[in-house]
């Protein structure tokens, strides 16, 4: 993540670039610049946890937790575990969140079966998450460990 702009893009070592890192410090896409040979190609505009609304935000943590508990993340799936921090959540109001977020880049989305989709967190989205845990481990003083050993967020 890019500290300086707070986005979920991160700088390449010339400073010049940004582009999304994995945890091994990887990179897995370039975004594009304005003097790059593609001048005409848009970016994702940089999407940061604020841009999102809590319902999204949310719906982006289920997801993860799904994935992370090996389950698949369909909607009634991700609505079930919405409806423990909501009263009610409608078909309406997941799904059409669930949809802002995939144009997001966010989440993709794929067809589970004729009458099901399945959500999954795309590197960006995941990046977000990650981004957000390392934020508030840093505003209160903790330490977030990496799968290598590494700590995050505490010096």
């Given at each position: ?44 505009g940089g999407i940061v ?10 719906c982006l943590e289920e ?7 090996g389950e698949t993340s ?82």
């Amino acid at each position: 993540m890019c500290l300086t702009c707070e986005r979920v893009w991160g700088h390449l070592k010339d400073d010049l670039h940004h582009a999304l890192v994995d945890e091994n410090a990887e990179i897995v896409t370039r975004k594009p610049q304005p003097d790059d040979d593609h001048e005409d190609v848009c970016c994702d505009g940089g999407i940061v946890w604020g841009d999102l609304s809590g319902f999204q935000r949310d719906c982006l943590e289920e997801i993860q937790r799904l994935d992370r508990d090996g389950e698949t993340s369909y909607g009634l799936a991700i609505k079930h575990r919405l409806e423990t921090q909501y009263d009610e959540v409608t078909h309406g109001r997941l799904y059409s969140n669930l949809d802002d977020l995939a144009d997001r880049g966010l989440v993709e989305k794929s067809e589970l079966d004729r009458r099901t989709n399945e959500y999954t967190l795309t590197d960006e989205g995941r990046a977000l998450l990650i981004q957000r845990v390392e934020r508030l481990a840093d505003a209160c003083e903790m330490a977030v460990a990496t799968a290598d050993g590494r700590e995050v967020g505490r010096e």
